[in-house]
């Protein structure tokens, strides 16, 4: 009798929650059920649909990333052409005060203790139905003191130096309808070896560490840029050669790029080359591989008012070598006595502060190790000569740099800073207080500068010279120059960027 009355019980409970289930609430509950389920898939969908038409690399904010341009918008932007102009202004003062005004050992400084105009660009990009250019010019003190250290446009004639030393970028190509993209470039190109970018509009500091400064800017030749989604790029290049105009040799460099951007908080960059840049030695090998890594380990770009927004790291490192035998029985090998390498690395953390991130500070540097000094930045004037003559396998040159900067952008147009900056190298660099362009007692006045000035910033002075007897000997005229192991700085640095 219990479970016959257990059992009516049991039934009358499950009619009562089926005629429930017809209830007002539970079909109000089903549909919003419903709606939430087909809310989501909406959702899913259009952040899939996002992210099929996002631009490569672009489907989220980057604009904190170093190296990377941070405008979200550009003040000329139409169908058919995006204009692109940068206004980079500097004043520098170093604790040697070299009475010639000179920065040794930069590609971003040029003058001491003056108002420097460093760069000038303008230009854009052309783009029409598939059909791609981008020509920027480069107008200022870079447009010398960059070029000075590519010697391949010495190698015959057509003085390319001066035919290209006011181009920064100067590319036309195609672009297929591929995956995400793919882009066919032949020219000047940007190379983000060393993770800065070569516009300091986009950097965390204006001196970049010694790995940045001392690998190349730029490539003259062909690039393949390939997305095979929108968080990837790999880039192929067939160039002339390391940051030259020519070829060093008669093979031409060969290299590869990959960039990662997995989320909104992390980059990869991967950069290896290959190429024979060793002048007139095309048995020597070059290899070089730089790999960087950036992640924004805070963010609260979304909050009002004052406080940390964003804080973000990036770390690089570098490793080449050189192998071969030269002409002349010179031997190059990666380690020992004719050790020619380059190991670097540098580490930087950034942070965004104040009412929408206006305030950055920025705190980091790094350390290099060159023998054989092949990637070095030769010091100009007087003491050419004599760095080239002792840059030889096995001879040494190691340093290290840190700096601190502080940046104000009231808007995304506008970058001031101010920066402090140490660097020193095991070896007389940088130039002291007597300089580099005339002998002791000199004013820093080039003796003639109407028939001894030179646009690459050489006067000849060797260490030594070939008699009447053919042989090698101390050069009597030699004209001694002051280069020092290190040098504090102070730099500010007005950047405009339309």
Not at 317 to 343: E, H, L, R, T
Not at 368 to 397: H, Q
């Amino acid at each position: 009798m219990k479970k016959l009355f257990t059992l009516i019980l049991l039934l009358g409970c499950i009619l009562k929650v089926s005629a429930q289930s017809n209830s007002p609430v539970l079909k109000m509950i089903k549909a919003d059920t419903a709606k939430m389920r087909l809310d989501s898939i909406r959702k899913a969908d259009s952040i899939k649909k996002a992210m099929d038409t996002a631009e490569p690399l672009g489907y989220a904010d980057f604009s904190w990333v170093n190296g990377q341009n941070r405008q979200s918008s550009k003040l000329l932007d139409n169908a058919y052409f995006t204009g692109d102009f940068t206004f980079d202004m500097n004043y520098t003062q170093s604790s040697n005060h070299p009475n010639d005004d000179l920065v040794a050992g930069s590609t971003a400084l040029a003058r001491d203790n003056e108002i420097d105009v460093s760069m000038i660009a303008i230009g854009g990009d052309f783009h029409y139905d598939n059909v791609r250019g981008r020509i920027m010019t480069q107008f200022g003190t870079r447009s010398t003191i960059v070029p000075r250290n590519d010697y391949s446009g010495y190698k015959g004639l057509d003085d390319l130096p001066d035919a290209y030393r006011y181009l920064s970028e100067a590319y036309g190509g195609y672009h297929f309808n591929v995956w995400h993209g793919i882009n066919v470039d032949m020219g000047i190109f940007m190379s983000y070896i060393g993770l800065f970018s070569y516009n300091n509009f986009e950097n965390w500091a204006y001196q970049p560490s010694y790995t940045s400064d001392n690998t190349p800017w730029f490539f003259n030749g062909i690039r393949v840029q390939l997305f095979p989604t929108v968080k990837t790029k790999i880039e192929l290049w067939f160039i002339n050669g390391w940051q030259s105009y020519a070829t060093f040799n008669k093979m031409p460099g060969l290299g590869f790029a990959i960039v990662t951007q997995p989320n909104q908080r992390t980059k990869f960059i991967s950069n290896n080359y290959f190429g024979t840049d060793v002048a007139g030695a095309p048995d020597v090998k070059r290899y070089h591989t730089d790999n960087s890594f950036e992640y924004l380990y805070f963010d609260a770009a979304d909050k009002k008012g004052p406080g940390i927004k964003r804080m973000a790291f990036s770390v690089t490192a570098d490793f080449g070598v050189q192998n071969g035998i030269a002409p002349g029985g010179v031997v190059y090998s990666p380690f020992g006595k004719n050790a020619s390498n380059f190991m670097s690395a540098m580490a930087y953390n950034r942070t965004l502060f104040g009412d929408g991130g206006k305030w950055g500070w920025t705190f980091g540097g790094g350390v290099m190790s060159n023998p054989s000094r092949y990637l070095a930045l030769v010091p100009e004037g007087l003491a050419t000569d004599s760095f080239l003559a002792a840059s030889v396998p096995g001879s040494k040159m190691a340093g290290w740099d840190a700096s601190t900067t502080i940046d104000y952008n009231p808007n995304q147009f506008l970058t001031i800073r101010f920066e402090l900056v140490h660097r020193f190298m095991n070896v007389p660099y940088f130039d002291g207080p007597s300089g580099i362009t005339t002998g002791p007692g000199g004013n820093g006045y080039q003796t003639n500068p109407a028939t001894s000035y030179n646009p690459n910033s050489y006067i000849p002075n060797p260490p030594t010279v070939v008699n009447a007897q053919g042989q090698t000997v101390a050069n009597p005229n030699f004209v001694p120059f002051n280069l020092v192991n290190s040098e504090s700085r102070f730099i500010i640095a007005l950047i405009t960027r339309f």
